[in-house]
């Protein structure tokens, strides 16, 4: 079973730019989550997606956003970057509307703002 | 009151001793606490998970032990080995509400032969 992947791997972006990363979730799965992961902060929780719609956003102003495309996949973009967006970028997935939780995550997208 | 507080922020352990890492939440309706092993270059990935319904889960070298009234939840590693060495994540969330996993910062877990 093909896990959760991501696009592109890296990405280096000046300040001001705008930045758009990529998820594609776990076959079968409807949930998306995105988290921040910056250095020495653990992993925050910016959004979450199930359904095609935005369920939940977390602590993050409104130049994050995103969305979840019909066939689940997802889109996270940032506008207006700034240097602290610096970060890797995490997406995971799982099935909502079951027992299961675990969400599975996959290998993040590094952000370099410059 | 959403904090997961995690230590120690980076342990290094010898081949074949206990490696503990601790976390303290504040949230009392917090009642699902996984553990995630992070190695370098990948995603989180799931390592084992425990509900307060019971005080210790233990899966192969990795337990979970949870104290509720100290709202304390540990990962103990026995039997440490070198591939290991990884970042380990607590995190908390209400049960059927995952959508909003608060994570602890990270330990950062080195095992040398």
């Known amino acids: 079973e093909a896990g959760v992947t991501q696009s592109p791997t890296h990405l280096i972006k000046t300040r001001g730019q705008q930045a758009t990363l990529r998820c594609s979730p776990i076959s079968g799965h409807t949930s998306v989550y995105w988290y921040q992961q910056a250095l020495g902060l653990g992993l925050q929780f910016l959004l979450w997606y199930d359904e095609g719609e935005e369920r939940n956003r977390g602590n993050f102003p409104p130049r994050f956003s995103g969305r979840q495309f019909p066939n689940y996949s997802s889109e996270l973009n940032v506008n207006a970057l700034e240097l602290e967006d610096s970060a890797l970028y995490l997406c995971?997935?799982?099935?909502?509307?079951?027992?299961?939780?675990?969400?599975?995550f996959g290998p993040g997208t590094r952000l370099l703002v410059l | 009151q959403q904090q997961v507080k995690q230590s120690p922020q980076s342990l290094i352990v010898q081949k074949g001793g206990i490696s503990i890492i601790n976390c303290a939440y504040e949230n009392t309706a917090f009642d699902y606490f996984p553990w995630y092993q992070q190695f370098p270059g990948k995603g989180p990935a799931l390592l084992i998970a425990?509900?307060?319904?019971?005080s210790e889960k233990k899966e192969g070298r990795f337990t979970i032990s949870f104290n509720k009234s100290a709202k304390q939840f540990s990962l103990h590693i026995m039997d440490s080995q070198p591939g290991d060495s990884a970042t380990y994540f607590c995190?908390?969330?209400?049960?059927?509400?995952?959508?909003?996993?608060?994570f602890g910062t990270g330990t950062r877990l080195q095992v040398f032969p």
């Open positions: 995190a908390a969330s209400k049960t059927y509400n995952t959508d909003k996993l608060i």
């Open positions: 425990i509900r307060p319904d019971v």
């Open positions: 995971a997935s799982n099935t909502r509307g079951r027992t299961e939780e675990t969400q599975y």
